[in-house]
């Protein structure tokens, strides 16, 4: 069994990134991981200010106090992390920076975990994810042990529920199914 915590980026709950991560969840689940999902909207997460603190105590403490804290703890035991985001201008929407800025305080000690990664997008061409797709890379290229599991090309979805009209829910299924 893995601990497996998925990371749900979109401001819209509900939306189509959030819709496919429940999948990955309930295929995850089956497989019979332990799963938690966190939606960041839910959540109080400052901006990194660069204060440089973590840098001074071996990365164990920010000196911001709010709920990064809580989910730095379950990123250091899950042994699986799914990232997923709407396409916000062909990058990762601001809510997941943030989060992936305030990893700073902890990034030295998540190390050999699994990922995966999701975005939706308007665009209906694969390619036009790329970009998004690295910067989840170039946060994973900073973390020892990293390995890159799976990606899911949310293509062409535009409105809140477009995404309920694609294969794209049973390969999410699928995905966490195989975790
Ligand atoms: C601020 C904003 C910027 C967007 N930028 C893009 C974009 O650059 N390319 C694209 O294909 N879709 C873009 N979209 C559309 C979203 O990526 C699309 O609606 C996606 O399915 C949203 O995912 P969600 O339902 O999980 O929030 C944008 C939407 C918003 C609100």
Redesign the pocket.
């Known amino acids: 069994m893995k601990k497996v915590l998925i990371i749900?980026a979109?401001?819209?709950k509900?939306?189509?990134?959030?819709?496919?991560c429940n999948k990955f969840m309930f295929g995850a689940r089956e497989a019979g991981h332990e799963v938690e999902k966190v939606f960041l909207r839910d959540k109080n997460i400052n901006s990194c200010v660069g204060c440089g603190l973590c840098t001074t105590n071996d990365y164990t403490a920010c000196s911001q106090k709010d709920d990064m804290e809580e989910i730095l703890q379950k990123m250091l035991t899950a042994n699986v992390i799914v990232m997923?985001?709407?396409?916000?201008?062909?990058?990762i929407?601001g809510q997941m920076k943030t989060f992936i800025d305030r990893c700073c305080s902890r990034y030295t000690k998540l190390t050999n975990k699994e990922f995966y990664f999701i975005?939706?997008?308007?665009?209906?061409n694969r390619e036009?994810?790329e970009n998004t797709f690295n910067d989840f890379r170039g946060f994973t290229s900073c973390l020892e042990g990293a390995v890159e599991k799976g990606c899911i090309y949310?293509?062409g979805?535009?409105?809140?529920d477009?995404?309920t009209r694609t294969q794209l829910l049973d390969e999410a299924y699928h995905m966490g199914l195989s975790v």
């Open positions: 749900s979109s401001p819209r509900g939306g189509n990134s959030d819709t496919l997923a985001t709407p396409v916000y201008f062909y990058a929407s975005a939706t997008a308007a665009d209906p036009a994810l949310g293509c979805v535009w409105a809140k477009d995404i």
